[in-house]
């Protein structure tokens, strides 16, 4: 129990350092890689909670793809980051009072908050494993939902077709049907060319 | 066993079906696929609509309790066919003169309505951010479809950007309230609620929820994208996005604040009377400088959606009455004047500024005496069904005691009536004579279906409110 306590507070420790970092860090190369750090501690976290499907679904999605996109476009988009930050002095006096005024309400929302400190540290209570009871319900209780974000996903998959495709109607296409029946006497032709006067 | 049968869902389970199907025609019919595509989606919708108005569907609960189809949702639906039935039919002959003849834009209108009736059915939240999500989607792309133009590329982007934005803020105020409460189903949230009257992480979750929706509707704080939005897509998608996700929107909005969030209703009556005030106050005023019909009718549909909120700051069983008449004249009219505006080119191009229009009256006294009769039941004038719209509402506002938004919304729509009245002016008194194309068959239909209910509504008014009422019942 000590060890397990032990490594959530390392573990948290962690995110919550890294999660900083990600936007104090002035080499947005260096703010993605923190934000790698802190998604692989929150798989941490999930592990320790005993969803293991979770931890490495957050490992393999988030770092495996979306964070390294996120590195693809910082480093081959050439983003002056320095422009970008002009504004920010002028935005802060703003940006800061509602932030002030979001977390004053946060602690609020906190203070009506009863903790409990008896959680179970184990979520699930029956034998199966932890894909398995996910797709137990995924299937069955929750297959709209499951169903609606494949619609979502049709949807992001045409969208990204009908904005990048370019039919070009001048393009010159390879036809194998027409390259194969092709008569070699009717596409081949002897010319006697006369010296000095072209075809 | 009742809430997981999947029976009330059939309608939208045809159109999601449907839509993969002529996806597939579009792909494999090399000539004229997006002719196809776009007869045979309005073909599926008007079958939807027809089979959703004769009760064939079972009302009730489906998926586990994450749907209801009652007479509320249904009522909306049909607003929602209609528009799309409209709008997929005036798309056509404006697509052509731009040179975008993509069968992929029907589909994409048709899984965009599939996720507004999702949202108009949503009975947890997370159907309900599903379902936001799945109608928002496909504008986005509908937005940035006309790809060599600049401004319809920063419209997409903007939308897209501002849109996420929108959705990031009411899926934290989701999380909060389901931290809260424990439960995603509205009712149980209700309940929860009925006993802990003063659960502070479910008010901060409540205001979080409030601004995503109101985004989504472009309301006063959060219009700014709108405009520009607005001008910059496709005419023919503009007027999609100001009927039909509107239409969706607001009745999420409704339902979710007052089947959820009932004994709330101190807390976001104050939010929603604001923001009705700030739009409609908005609305009036800044359209007055505007020269792009496009422009300025993204004002004018801020305006008419601040009017629109008085019905749900009531909160009464006449206040969403009067929303929901409110709603339907609102979508023919906006359907109409698109159909107006669209119908009338010059030189090869579409007109876009208010000045273009002048000497419309010689040239075509018909189309000249509809528009006017649309801007003039947009501004709300006597015997135009614009008028009983704003009729019922006012008197909802005034029934539950709210005698300063009603008086506000008076003067608005008094200082909002400016800038429809310049456009007739200009239509009818100013010089310079364009010279305008002839109309299309398809347009002059459009045009004239939406006009007769909103010229002739005042013969028999209670055709609509009785059945918005029967609508409004099934919600309380």
Sequence with gaps: MLITNLFFYIFSIITIASACMVIAGKNPVHSVLFLILCFFNAAGIFLILGAEFLALILVIVYVGAVAVLFLFVVMMLDVDFTRLRAGFLAYLPIGGLIGFVMFVELVMVLGTWKLDFNLPTNVLTNELSNTRALGNIIYTEYIYFFQLSGLILLVAMIGAIVLTINHKQTAKRQNIFNQVIRDPKESVKNINVKPGQGI | ?476
């Design chain 2, 1 to 476: 066993m009742t809430g997981l049968f999947y029976l009330p869902a059939l309608p939208e389970l045809f159109i999601a079906l449907g839509a993969m199907v002529l996806l597939m025609v579009g792909v494999f019919k090399k000539e004229r696929s997006y002719e196809t595509v776009s007869f045979l989606s309005v073909l599926l919708l008007t079958s939807v609509l027809v089979i959703i108005n004769l009760d064939y569907i079972p009302l009730g609960y489906a998926f586990n309790f994450s749907f209801l189809s009652d007479d509320f949702s249904n009522y909306t639906k049909s607003l929602i066919l209609l528009a799309s039935i409209g709008i997929i039919i005036i798309s056509s002959g404006y697509l052509k003169s731009i040179g975008i003849v993509k069968f992929e834009y029907p589909v994409l209108i048709l899984l965009s309505v599939v996720g507004m009736m999702v949202m108009v059915s949503s009975n947890d939240i997370v159907s309900l951010y599903l379902g936001l999500e799945l109608q928002s989607l496909p504008l986005y792309v509908l937005a940035s479809i006309r790809r060599e133009s600049k401004k319809s590329t920063e419209a997409g982007l903007k939308y897209f950007v501002l849109g996420a934005l929108s959705s990031c803020m009411l899926l934290y105020g989701l999380s909060l309230i389901y931290g809260f409460s424990g439960s995603i189903i509205y009712s149980d949230i209700a309940n929860f609620l009925s006993e802990n009257n003063s659960n502070k992480g479910i008010l901060f979750g409540l205001a979080f929820l409030t601004a995503g929706l109101a985004f989504k509707i472009s309301v006063v704080p959060f219009h700014m994208w709108a405009p520009d939005v607005y001008e910059g897509s496709p005419t023919t998608i503009t007027a999609f996005l100001a009927s039909a996700p509107k239409v969706a929107a607001v009745t999420l909005f409704t339902k979710v604040m007052v089947s959820c969030f009932p004994s709330l209703i101190d807390q976001w009556q104050l939010m929603i009377i604001f923001i009705s005030i700030a739009s409609m106050l908005l609305g009036s005023f800044a359209a007055i400088g505007q020269n792009n019909i496009k422009r300025l009718l993204a004002y004018s549909s801020i305006g008419h959606m601040g009017f629109i909120l008085i019905g749900l700051a009531t909160g009464t069983l006449s206040g969403v009455t009067g929303l929901l008449i409110y709603l339907t004249i609102y979508i023919f009219m906006v359907v109409g004047t698109f159909s107006c505006v669209l119908a009338l080119r010059t030189n090869d191009v579409n007109i876009e500024n208010i000045s273009d229009l002048s000497g419309l009256s010689k040239v075509n006294p018909v189309i000249a005496f509809i528009l006017s009769m649309f801007l003039f039941s947009l501004a709300g004038i006597p015997p135009l069904a614009g008028f009983f719209a704003k009729f019922y509402i006012f008197l909802s506002a005034i029934e539950s005691g709210l005698y300063t938004l009603a008086i506000i919304g008076v003067l608005a729509s008094v200082v909002g009536a400016f800038y429809y009245l310049r456009i007739i002016k200009i239509i009818y008194f100013d010089e310079n004579i364009n010279i305008f194309e002839p109309i299309s068959k398809r347009m002059k239909l459009i045009i004239y279906v939406t006009a007769i209910p909103v010229i002739l509504f005042f013969i028999r008014p209670s055709l609509l409110t009785d059945l918005a009422e029967k609508a409004a019942l099934s919600l309380f």
